[in-house]
């Protein structure tokens, strides 16, 4: 059957998304599936959506280490049939998401204990995208590691020894899963890794002040200092490891959790005899054990812990969802639904929410254009109930770093603090080009100008240096944002101007001039047609 029909055929023959032969994306097929009666202790689900894994991927190009199974193992759905003698009370309509192989396709049969009710807050896309990543993150924090996570969000408790935490591969899905997991937990410093800037910059997004690249062992500098005491390693590649294992601080843990290029326990002790080292892989563990793991999962969930985020495509264009994967340009979990569109993939809201794209904040490390990127990824700057504002929000600013409480560490959505002077047209609209194809692949649907620069100066001391140093800020952007309403479908553009360009303000007639220009600018804008706005604002403190 080929894959683009599929859904056609989904209500009169169960299928299978399966690769004949391994080897290529090229060679999956969607082939009827057998749909035997059950045996105890089983149940078979009507899947909705299926959270891809890189096993997934190497097990379509014949490149895994060992059998794979049928690709597919994380998946949520409904629960159409139970096994003879019931199912830890499961019953058929129960909507669950869990774990088991072979789940890429209409249904798949399950073993009880991978099972679990899927928290009701959550879609089928959250809850696929969330059994491997959080799972495996309890796995190797909490079990292997020792650190407490808790049954909550991040901060809850309180770890009881100063920790520092490398994590690698920081903006995958489970990188994200463990940065979200410690965010704001007292007594642990998280660093990581991440392979483009984009990446760094969404992880930077999550509070993470200290991210490097993931393609180079320059982050083997993070054990020039402070070391960090637990690395949470997935990178593979001549020297990945052993420059982690050289950062780590004295008696460290190195969890490993990658599935190619593994050391081995006498080569890791051979290289530092003093470190704790463990391998993590959940689809090694029986039954009964990933049903216990399965159950943390579900409390950190229902008392709050976030999904991460994921990038959603249908069901039938999975060979496309595979290859976005092979890419490297994927942030978080690559989900593919038998509820989405081919309008909605990847990455934009679910119809109906009333969800805006991608919110782009000029000045966004600034106080003023941070306090905004909060209430944004909150939001709280929009009416109606939480999740009906943007999927995400990117911070630009010339620093490259948030203020500090500039962001909303368990908002929903993907935040993201990006390096870009407002000012310098040819940049900003690079970094504006770049966001709109790499972030997740959200359009940019609202920006808010937040840019500005306070210099005092009594009239005698404002000099044209001085009026250019203030001015440009605000009245440099304008050009390209004017040109970026013009060929983009853009709700709104914002300017944040002040009181001052209206009342005046004593030694800040540089900054009242500036501010004025923005007011007059966006007039005329709105005189053509284009939806810019400018608010005068009072003082913000």
């Known amino acids: 059957m080929i894959l683009g029909n599929a859904e056609a055929h989904q209500n009169s023959t169960p299928y299978s998304i399966i690769p004949r032969p391994p080897g290529t994306l090229d060679s999956l097929r969607a082939e009827p599936a057998p749909h035997g009666p059950l045996a105890p202790g089983t149940v078979r689900v009507g899947v909705r959506a299926v959270g891809l894994n890189f096993r997934d991927l190497l097990g379509v190009l014949g490149a895994y280490p060992g059998d794979p199974g049928d690709p597919g193992g994380d998946f949520s759905g409904v629960v159409c049939e139970v096994g003879p003698g019931g199912s830890r009370g499961l019953a058929v309509g129960d909507a669950v998401f869990g774990l088991s192989v072979g789940a890429l396709g209409t249904h798949v049969v399950a073993h009880e204990d991978s099972v679990r009710r899927l928290p009701p807050a959550l879609t089928f896309e959250e809850g696929a995208a969330s059994p491997t990543v959080m799972a495996t993150v309890q796995l190797a924090l909490e079990g292997a590691a020792g650190l407490d996570l808790g049954d909550g969000v991040g901060g809850a408790e309180t770890i009881t020894r100063a920790e520092r935490v490398l994590v ?119 039954p009964r054990e990933v049903g216990r793991v399965l159950d943390r999962v579900v409390n950190r969930l229902a008392r709050g812990a976030r999904p991460v985020r994921r990038v959603i495509y249908p069901m039938g264009d999975v060979v496309a969802a595979l290859r976005f994967m092979s890419q490297a340009r994927s942030i978080g979990k690559v989900v593919v ?111 808010v100008h937040a840019a ?56 800040q007639g540089a900054y009242a001039a500036a501010n004025g220009a923005l007011d007059e600018w966006a007039g005329d804008s709105r005189a053509i047609g284009l939806p810019i706005s400018s608010l005068q604002l009072g003082p913000v403190g």
């Open 337 to 447: 639904s038998r509820g989405a569109s081919a309008l909605s993939a990847p990455g934009s809201a679910a119809p109906g929410t009333g969800q805006r794209g991608l919110l782009v904040v000029t000045g966004g490390t600034g106080y003023l254009g941070g306090l905004t990127g909060r209430w944004a990824s909150a939001g709280e700057l929009t009416p109606g109930r939480r999740g009906r504002g943007w999927a995400g929000v990117a911070l630009l600013g010339r620093t490259g770093r948030a203020a500090q409480g500039a962001f909303d560490p368990h908002a929903a959505g993907l935040t993201v603090v990006a390096r870009c002077d407002a000012s310098a047209p040819t940049e900003a609209q690079a970094a504006v080009a770049a966001l709109a194809r790499t972030c997740c692949a959200l359009s940019v649907s609202d920006v």
């Open 168 to 286: 690698h591969a920081a903006a995958g899905g489970v990188g994200l899963a463990a940065v979200e997991a410690l965010a704001g937990r007292s007594g642990v410093t998280v660093v990581g890794t991440a392979g483009s800037p984009l990446k760094r910059c969404v992880v930077r997004g999550l509070g993470v002040r200290d991210v490097v690249s993931s393609r180079d062992v320059g982050f083997s500098a993070f054990g020039a200092l402070d070391p960090p005491t637990v690395v949470l390693n997935s990178l593979t590649g001549v020297g990945m490891v052993r420059a982690s294992l050289a950062a780590l601080a004295p008696g460290g843990r190195f969890v490993e959790i990658g599935k190619r290029d593994v050391w081995s326990a006498a080569a890791v002790a051979a290289e530092r005899p003093d470190v704790i080292y463990q391998k993590v892989a959940l689809d090694f563990l029986p």
């Open 452 to 507: 500005g620069v306070l210099r005092d100066g009594t009239l005698p001391s404002v000099t044209p240096a001085a009026v250019r140093e203030v001015g440009a800020p605000k009245t440099g952007p304008l050009p390209w944002l004017s040109a970026l309403a013009g060929s983009v479908p853009l709700a709104s553009v914002t300017f944040f101007s002040s009181i001052a360009a209206l009342l005046g303000s004593a030694g």
